[in-house]
Each structure stands twice: as C-alpha cells, then as structure tokens.
C-alpha cells in the first residue's frame, strides 16, 4: 500500500511563492502517475497538477498554467509542487494523490488510487 505525505504548506502574502513536498513509501512515485489536487472550503476537490510516469509528462489546470511547476525526484521518492504568484485564490488544502492503475487520465481525480492527509495552503491578499 502506497503512503503519501505532504508538506511544506503555510501561510503566504500574494505574489509569495511556496513548494510543496509529497514524500511515498510502500511505491516507486516513478512508475505511477503522481497528481496534486486542492480543496477550498464550500468547493469541490479540483484538479492542479500531474506527471506521468515514465517519461515526466506534465499537466496543469489553466488557473495555475505559468505558475505552477510540478517536478518528481526519483532518487527521493518525492513530488514537488513549485508554486510562485501565489493569488489568494489559491488558498486551498492541498493532497498529493498516486495513480497505480493507469487507467485513465493523469488529470482525473476518480482515477487516483492513494491520497495523502493534506497540507493547507493559505494566501493573504
């Protein structure tokens, strides 16, 4: 069984930038696909950003494309998620999920097979 856990949320001034950690154990983080994903109070848990096993390939949701930097350290067994401009908009928990199955898309959250317990991401304007 796959085990997430997220750090290196915080409370942040617009324009900030902050990275998050996502360190697995029991699972190789290169041979799945590795997503972040957010949840802001009253909302639903959105998509954010993904790497596809393998070859890296990266995926972002528009409201972050161009801020938001998704990177994966094998050597580690981390996933990193480089946010800069940080908006108050931003202001969300945010999970490190894995997809083992590869069944589906990496932008999915329905495909996610192991969540992390969150880490919160606040953005003061």
């Known amino acids: 069984q796959v085990q997430l856990v997220e750090s290196g949320g915080g409370l942040v001034q617009a324009g900030g930038s902050l990275r998050l950690s996502c360190v697995a154990s029991g699972g190789t983080v290169s041979r799945y696909n590795m997503g972040w994903f957010r949840q802001a109070p009253g909302k639903q848990r959105e998509f954010v950003a993904a790497?596809?096993?393998?070859?890296?390939?990266?995926y972002y949701a528009d409201s972050v494309k161009g801020r938001f930097t998704i990177s994966r350290d094998n050597a580690k067994n981390t996933v990193y998620l480089q946010m800069s401009s940080l908006k108050p908009e931003d202001t969300a928990l945010y999970y490190c999920a894995a997809d083992v199955d590869i069944v589906g898309s990496p932008t999915t959250l329905s495909d996610y097979d192991y969540w992390g317990q969150g880490t919160q991401v606040t953005v003061s304007s």
């Open positions: 790497i596809s096993r393998r070859l890296g390939n990266t």
